[in-house]
């Protein structure tokens, strides 16, 4: 397809291929294998001479599907599907790192990809130096001779820290290392890392591209050369593959991402505006506010501010629990990425394994709330916050 056709045009028709029935919504293939017309096909397809499906672990069409409509939205050359996000990663590192090579990361990660590092890669021989996030010269200062890869999320959970993707792009490219993004917060709907200079885009499928908290999926996104080629090599033999239904969930919510994130980013901005309103907060954590330490950047780099924001209560955990509990309408849950709004406290979920100095240094505080802001009516949600607000 195209490739200037506009994104929300990209996210409704890349990539899809129809049968012999002419079907006008993806088919969904649920096979394991293929079938050849002859034992020279079959020989064929297993040389890679014929480019024809053979065994799902592989490759299979919906999938196939799936993988160029997301690769013509990150304005990637090619994309790997994956059984997750942390399957994502996994196969970027297993892929791009080797025993002795050394990792520069944002210290704001996704916490399971913190453990990936310290608890299963270091294993391997790969060391990891954690930096801020929006500190180019921490990342500058951290580099080593055998610096092969720099990896970040932007924004970061849940305090929405900006990093500035172009000025840490230069750096990784002198310092000979791979930029890899998590753009799991903006999808490429918002910003596309690989224009400003990533050299790979890595998601978690299972939050915004699906949209509707039904399935867990990942994706990698990058030139063929880093990508393409060499991940599917890996996800042949190694095997966290995408089943095909996951990936047919997550192609029908391509189709609606950007009405989406544009939505839901929309509904964040109002609530945060309303959330800094109040004299039970503290703070307000959104890129979208202008009281946002990077939101010059944000506002240049992204097309929205996304839909998590983060907020302060005065009063400490027992008035933030209070706030949770309160709710009647948005979900008290750790997921993030659904049309269903969901609030979480930090300090004693999703960050409750690190000690509490650690916790403390990185800004998550007892009083401190995320909600992942979905497409419910935005008055509805401020009147089912502001009950606990006001609770005593
Ligand atoms: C930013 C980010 N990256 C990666 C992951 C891992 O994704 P998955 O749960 O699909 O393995 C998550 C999950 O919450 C995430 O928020």
New binding site residues.
Partial sequence: MAKDYELQTLGVRAGQARTEFQEHSEALFLTSSFVFKSAKQAAARFAGEDEGMVYTRYTNPTVSMLQERLAALEGAESCVATA??????LTTAMTHLKSGDHVVCSNA??G??IQLFNNILSRFGVETTYVSPTKADEWQRAVRPNTRMFFL?TPS?PLTEVSDIAALSAIAKKAGALLVV?N??CTPALQRPLALGADIV??????YLDGQGRV???AVAGPKALVGDPMTAFLRTAGPTLSPFNAWVVLKGLETLQLRMLAQSAAALELARWLESRKEVSRVFYPGLASHPQHELASRQQRAAGAVLSFEVKGGRAAAWRVIDSTRLVSVT????DVKTTIVHPASTTHGRISPEARAAAGITEGLIRVAVGLEAVSDLTADLQRGLEAE
């Fill in positions: 997750s996000g942390m399957s994502a990663i990660v996704f399971a990809t999320e959970n998590d799991v917060f890595v998601h978690s499928a299972t939050k867990i999926a990942g750790a997921n993030l990425g």
